[in-house]
């Protein structure tokens, strides 16, 4: 039976046609001159709501101390007619000469987090800075200490997210050659700050790996990195946290080509209440510019679970690490049966060993049929052939509580016209691990 399971296996890994990410962007553009200057823009935060746009501006006549000084803090709001308004710098406690950026903002926009250049001048950055919104505008920034951060590093960057509970920093260190890796620090429940830590190799790599950005339900990293191959100088990845761990992630997936360039694409940020994106590349020239791209719905849809839609559908990528290898998850049928074939069976089999060995994770059964027959004979042939998947599951050990079934009849077909042979791909039970 091992043999032949194998052998079942290496068929359904040569046959599977990987999905290289859940996270998926169109209408890329550059943002206006309202926005974008001769000079290098970079670092955009929009805050919560997406009304309003920080970023940082390098190399500007005027930046406060002139275009030689240090960056400075510029802010726009959008119009009512979805524009950016002409950004300003008029934020007295918030620029001085030396190198300003917003890093983060709380989620009812009371709080902003900041570079921390308030303090005695010196060449080396301090941390982070929080300052607090007032009738009159931001208050004077006081320090945030964080230990790990308080050895006076040239090379830090940071994303604070919106619940002001997870710190990632990109940061060289003494121990590296090279470049930054990335690190998190969590706030504990007396409301200091854990020390950073390394999030680990799948991350972090010989080159460098600068501006994190973290998705809103905490499981999707975002950064940009020159080690880990792609379009150019510096892309734009994404990585699955996995297990509830901040040290073991997924394989970086590349944002492709729409995202990435040739030259330096990096400062990712995602706004999903709008459904959308900005990020930094100097792909028209030798300064940066800021981008904007839209988050297709496809994106939403595949994350959530269809019978339980409180939950979070692993991706392909988290599953493939789950199961050690990657293992296609649908089961084929017979034309007009949901009888589950020999070599189905030990694929099941397989999967329940692994749901046994991670009690944490439930599945969904989701049935089809192909086109042939009337509507409400195939909505029961579907759920016929999902519940008959679940019996199996259960008879390897998976308690029915851990099992959900639903049959979709032959309304998501893969295929709308071909041969019969391609047709009875529309024959199936898809399997979802869920969370």
């Known amino acids: 039976m091992i043999k032949h399971l194998l052998l079942v296996l290496f068929i359904l890994i040569v046959q599977l046609p990987l999905k290289s990410q859940n996270f998926s962007f169109t ?9 974008n200057s001769p000079a290098e823009e970079s670092m955009p935060v929009i805050s919560p709501d997406g009304k309003t746009l920080f970023f940082v501006r390098t190399f500007y006549e005027g930046n406060t101390g002139g275009r030689l000084s240090g960056q400075d803090i510029w802010m726009s709001r959008r119009g009512d007619d979805g524009e950016w308004t002409n950004a300003v710098n008029n934020m007295p406690f918030l620029n001085n000469d030396r190198n300003n950026a917003v890093l983060g903002i709380s989620q009812n ?48 960057g940071f994303y604070m997210t919106p619940d002001e509970t997870v710190l990632l920093v990109s940061m060289k260190t003494n121990q590296k050659a090279g470049g930054e890796d990335l690190f998190v620090s969590l706030k504990q429940a007396d409301g200091k700050w854990s020390e950073p830590k390394n999030l680990g190799a799948t991350i972090n790599t010989r080159g ?71 990020f930094v590349s100097n792909r028209e020239g030798s300064f940066a510019d800021i981008y904007t791209a839209t ?59 692994k749901l046994i060995e991670f009690p944490e994770y439930q599945i969904e059964l989701i049935g089809h049929t192909d086109q042939e027959g009337t509507e409400d004979y195939n909505l029961q042939l579907s759920l016929n052939r999902a519940r008959e998947v679940g019996q199996y599951f259960r008879s390897f050990g998976i308690v029915s509580s851990r099992i959900s ?15 019969e042979v391609e047709m009875a791909k529309n024959r199936r039970v898809e399997i979802y691990f869920i969370k």
Do not use: C
Not at 27 to 35: D, G, M, Q, Y
Not at 299 to 311: H, L, T
């Open 27 to 35: 209408e890329i553009r550059k943002l206006s001159e309202n926005v």
């Open 109 to 156: 926009e009371s709080t902003i987090y900041l570079l921390d250049s308030y303090g005695p001048v010196s060449n080396k950055l301090r941390g982070i800075a929080t300052a607090t919104k007032t009738p009159l505008g931001w208050s004077q920034p006081m320090r945030l200490p964080i230990n790990g951060l308080e050895a006076g590093n040239s090379f830090l």
């Open 208 to 278: 460098f790996e600068i501006s994190p950005f973290l998705s809103e339900d905490k499981k999707t990293l975002f950064f940009s990195s020159d080690g880990h191959g792609g379009q150019g100088g510096a892309d734009i990845f994404m990585s699955q946290r996995l297990y509830d761990s901040w040290v073991v992630w997924s394989k970086p997936v590349n944002l492709g080509p729409e995202i990435n360039s040739p030259d330096f694409d990096a400062y990712f940020f995602l706004n999903e209440k709008n459904k959308e994106a900005f």
């Open 295 to 353: 988050l297709s719905d496809k994106a939403f849809e595949d994350r959530q679970a269809i019978i339980n839609p409180g939950k979070y559908r692993l991706t392909n990528d988290e599953v493939n690490e789950l199961l050690g290898l990657p293992l296609s998850r649908t089961i084929f049928f017979e034309f007009n049966s949901y009888d589950v074939a020999a070599p189905s069976r030990e694929l099941i089999y397989f999967l329940a060993n």
């Open 405 to 419: 079934t639903t049959g979709l009849g032959k309304s998501k077909p893969i295929v709308t016209e071909g041969t």
